[in-house]
């Protein structure tokens, strides 16, 4: 029986949450108050959208083989991604047998040399790549999990992200990870702000779960540490991304700053095994968060990860719902995972990529049976009420 060639590639956005999950309608928690490299222009400090962090939108790749089987996936590109896939990349795609994933990735990533190596042109390359691995599980009638050699543990533990802590206790995660509200142009006052915010949660959760800031790029090193040091006694278990992603010295600094045992964890606007080789051997963190819908797929993923491991480092991927969870249950240096809490007050576990998805797993008691993700490929199916746009084609 001949292998299936890939028939056709087809790029669709949509807007409203999904896989650019900061898309959100206003009041959400994740477009509140929350400190990034903008936060020094105060037009641009009260809210991300404000300076534009929903503008790409959600790309949807679909593939269809020549025996009629389609795969799927979603990430954050919108139309710029879209124009990439239907006039650039699809050329490389449509005629090759569906086994062809390492060959595919490796000619879209030379071709776009010129003009990508991370950031949205990686983020396409990684819905290509994730649509691939799709299809062929469809084909092969396996898991995704199945194909990366199978889970090493019979079920997956979650930390939330969010603004509520304390109710993710409630809900059974491990943990918590706040965005960190007042950045380097609040001054010290800020610093106090984020350093009492900590206390608050610290005594509203008590002293067995961890508590976590992510402060998305936007500070120094000098404020990193000193937020660091002041976090010491309410047991911060980790800084995230304190500096912008190409500061690899500042990170360096910083982990020789921190207090022995906090983590400085950082990757998740980082993309492609070189870009992870950098924050590794330039030793900027303890934990890698690659997320596998910008890194470059779960072809990358495969190459950043086995460096990591041969570098003792914990590999626990930005939250992207069912693409890492399929990664993450089959690495034992990916011992956990992050689960990003999408209800607008955080108080209540709705599917990450609402409402862009059907069949969504979500953790239960902040945990997930391996055998949750046994459906073929990613085991999840397009909601068919999404407003799909194709807006170009080929
Ligand atoms: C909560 C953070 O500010 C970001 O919105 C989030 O996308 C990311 O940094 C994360 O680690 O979940
Ligand atoms: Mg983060």
């Not at 960190?180 to 350093?195: I, Q």
């Not at 890698?288 to 072809?299: E, F, H, K, S, Y």
């Not at 490929?377 to 068919?384: I, K």
Request: a negative charge; charged letters at 25%; proline letters at 6%.
């Amino acid at each position: 029986m001949p292998m299936p060639t890939i028939k056709h590639i087809r790029a669709y956005t949509v807007r409203g949450g999904g896989a650019d999950y900061h898309d959100q309608g206003d009041g959400h928690w994740i477009d509140g108050q929350i400190s990034t490299p903008m936060s020094k222009y105060p037009e641009y400090r009260m809210t991300r959208k404000s300076f534009g962090l929903n503008v790409l939108g959600t790309l949807v790749v679909e593939v269809e083989a020549s025996d009629g089987t389609t795969g799927f996936a979603v990430t954050t590109a919108g139309e710029i991604g879209a124009f990439i896939v239907e006039k650039h990349l699809a050329r490389f795609i449509e005629g090759q047998r569906v086994t062809d994933i390492e060959r595919i990735w490796d000619q879209m990533f030379n071709a776009t040399l010129f003009y990508g190596r991370k950031g949205v042109v990686l983020n396409t390359i990684s819905g290509v790549d994730l649509a691939l691995w799709d299809l062929l599980g469809k084909i092969r009638q396996e898991p995704v999990h199945a194909m990366l050699g199978g889970p090493v543990r019979d079920e997956l533990t979650f930390y939330a992200t969010g603004a509520r802590p304390d109710l993710a206790k409630q809900m059974g995660f491990i943990g918590g990870k706040m965005p960190l509200k007042h950045g380097p142009a609040e001054g010290d006052a800020g610093l106090e702000k984020n350093l009492a915010q900590l206390a608050d949660m610290r005594e509203r959760v008590g002293n067995d779960f961890w508590l976590m800031f992510d402060c998305w790029m936007s500070l120094d090193v000098n404020y990193a540490t000193r937020l660091a040091q002041g976090a010491r006694e309410f047991d911060l278990k980790w800084i995230e991304e304190a500096l912008p992603p190409d500061d690899y010295w500042g990170y360096a600094e910083l982990k020789r700053n921190v207090p022995t045992g906090m983590l400085v964890n950082t990757g998740e606007h980082e993309a492609t095994r070189w870009g992870f080789r950098m924050l590794m051997e330039m030793e900027c963190c303890d934990v890698i968060q690659p997320d596998v819908g910008w890194c470059g797929g779960i072809t990358e993923l495969i190459k950043i990860s086995a460096l990591a491991d041969a570098h003792n480092k914990l590999v626990v991927p930005h939250g992207s719902s069912v693409y890492s969870y399929h990664f993450v249950v089959t690495r034992h240096n990916s011992p956990f995972a992050e689960f990003l809490m999408m209800a607008p007050e955080a108080d209540e576990v709705v599917p990450m990529f609402n409402p862009l998805l059907l069949d969504e797993p979500v953790p239960e008691n902040g945990r997930m049976r391996a055998s949750r993700l046994d459906a073929p490929g990613f085991g999840v199916r397009l909601n068919p009420e999404n407003q799909l746009a194709r807006p170009y084609e080929h």
